[in-house]
């Protein structure tokens, strides 16, 4: 079945980079997401990309898609203390009309002051 | 509403007991999804709906779990005879159909003693 692996925990510190890994196994993904949730909060869409991309920048996101490798990576420049959170690689494939979602298992992002 | 609405926000319920959570998608979005968070796991699918319908049951772990959306907007998703398993957070998400974007609201926290 659709796996999507992430590593647990990533600490950085404020100014610096954050870049957040994310394999997955399904050849058929059409769209790739990273969502962000905060502590009991629900899952903010942060920025996506189309399966057939490579790159998308968005403000200080950069999202990096392998194909060729299955691998995702959510690049955050300049981490503030407002982007601690868990953050949420998923992948969708088309199913019976509709993208089926599957998430990984989040990466919990520690930004030290 | 401007957001995706879910009650109660939290809810505790006696083992056995019958349960009933709330999913107001936002206006004009036809499609709605539920799903369940385990602590520390990221978000499994549990069914799919398009308008009325029940598109995609197939994440739905047994037949205590239920969930109806009768006139395309407002979903509840119903849980029969609760076990202390069935704790988690459930998530509801809508869409605009064939869109990839999905909003998430904030989730149901259920425990079940």
């Known amino acids: 079945g659709e796996d999507v692996e992430q590593s647990l925990f990533l600490s950085v510190r404020e100014g610096d980079s954050s870049v957040i890994n994310c394999t997955y196994t399904?050849?058929?993904?059409?769209?790739l997401y990273w969502y962000k949730q905060e502590p009991g909060a629900g899952l903010q869409l942060l920025t996506y990309i189309f399966s057939n991309m490579d790159m998308k920048q968005d403000q200080r996101l950069t999202v990096l898609l392998n194909k060729k490798d299955k691998h995702l990576s959510l690049r955050i420049a300049d981490t503030q203390t407002g982007d601690s959170a868990i953050y949420f690689c998923?992948?969708?494939?088309?199913?019976?009309?509709?993208?089926?979602?599957?998430f990984g298992t989040g990466t919990k992002l520690q930004v030290i002051p | 509403g401007a957001g995706v609405s879910q009650t109660p926000s939290n809810k505790v319920t006696e083992k056995g007991k019958y349960v009933e959570l709330r999913c107001d998608p936002i206006?004009?979005?036809?499609?709605l999804y539920w799903y369940r968070q385990s602590l520390g796991q990221g978000p499994e699918f549990l069914i799919y709906f398009q308008g009325t319908g029940a598109a995609d049951d197939s994440g739905l772990p047994n037949d205590r779990f239920f969930a109806v959306r009768p006139e395309g907007s407002v979903s509840t998703l119903k849980i029969q005879r609760t076990e202390r398993g069935d704790s988690a957070v459930y998530l509801c998400?809508?869409?605009?159909?064939?869109?990839?974007?999905?909003?998430f609201g904030q989730g149901t926290r259920l425990t079940v003693v």
């Open positions: 998400a809508s869409s605009m159909t064939g869109r990839a974007e999905a909003f």
């Open positions: 399904d050849s058929s993904s059409t769209y």
């Open positions: 998923a992948e969708s494939r088309p199913s019976g009309g509709y993208q089926k979602v599957t």
């Open positions: 206006s004009g979005h036809t499609a």
